[in-house]
T-cell receptor, first 113, second 111 residues
Framework: DAGVTQSPTHLIKTRGQQVTLRCSPK?????VSWYQQALGQGPQFIFQ???????QRGNFPDRFSGHQFPNYSSELNVNALLLGDSALYLC????????????FGSGTQLSVL | DAKTTQPTSMDCAEGRAANLPCNHS???????VYWYRQIHSQGPQYIIH???NNETNEMASLIITEDRKSSTLILPHATLRDTAVYYC????????????FGTGTRLQVTL
């Protein structure tokens, strides 16, 4: 039973570019959340998707957008990249009806030069 | 979600119990205490959670004070693989899965 998988593991972009990160949830999970983790900090909630809709959003600008597909997988898109967007991006999955435990992937390390 | 306070770092000898404290003095009656840990280069991992009773699972024990203003995560026999950042989080269950992480406690287990 595969856990949460994210791709790619590492990515290097330049300022102003756009990036798409991908996440496949743990088998059976229907809810996906995204977190940004800057170096030395705890993860910060970006947004959550369920039934292909954004259900909750953290304090992130509109440059951050997402999508959830019918198979529950998800994408995180970031436009007009800034140096400050360099971080580890984590995907977490859970059940919508029972979200006591979140299962996290190992993340995508994004470097913006 | 209520704010939590944890020590920045702690050390523990391998084989000894690791006791990680957390203060959450503004916790509300419907908020649970959660613990996650993050081993280097991995995503956070759920450990345990509780409301007001002490809880134990295969990974750890959670002791919550009677007034619920603080708690302690206990790893009964720490190993080198328990070296990680441990996050104490309070949140209401049954809602969206948002977790509010602080900076956590960096636990170093040594020989």
């Amino acid at each position: 039973d595969a856990g949460v998988t994210q791709s790619p593991t590492h990515l290097i972009k330049t300022r102003g570019q756009q990036v798409t990160l991908r996440c496949s949830p743990k088998s059976g999970h229907d809810t996906v959340s995204w977190y940004q983790q800057a170096l030395g900090q705890g993860p910060q909630f970006i947004f959550q998707y369920y039934e292909e809709e954004e259900r909750q959003r953290g304090n992130f600008p509109d440059r951050f957008s997402g999508h959830q597909f019918p198979n529950y997988s998800s994408e995180l898109n970031v436009n007009a990249l800034l140096l400050g967007d360099s971080a580890l991006y984590l995907c977490a999955s859970s059940f919508w009806q029972n979200n006591e435990k979140l299962f996290f992937g190992s993340g995508t390390q994004l470097s913006v030069l | 979600d209520a704010k939590t306070t944890q020590p920045t770092s702690m050390d523990c000898a391998e084989g000894r119990a690791a006791n990680l404290p957390c203060n959450h003095s503004t916790i509300s009656g419907n908020e649970y205490v959660y613990w996650y840990r993050q081993i280097h280069s991995q995503g956070p991992q759920y450990i345990i959670h509780g409301l007001k009773n002490n809880e134990t699972n295969e990974m750890a024990s959670l002791i919550i004070t009677e007034d619920r203003k603080s708690s302690t995560l206990i790893l009964p026999h720490a190993t080198l693989r328990d070296t990680a950042v441990y996050y104490c989080i309070v949140r209401v269950t049954g809602t969206a899965s948002k977790l509010t992480f602080g900076t956590g406690t960096r636990l170093q287990v040594t020989l």
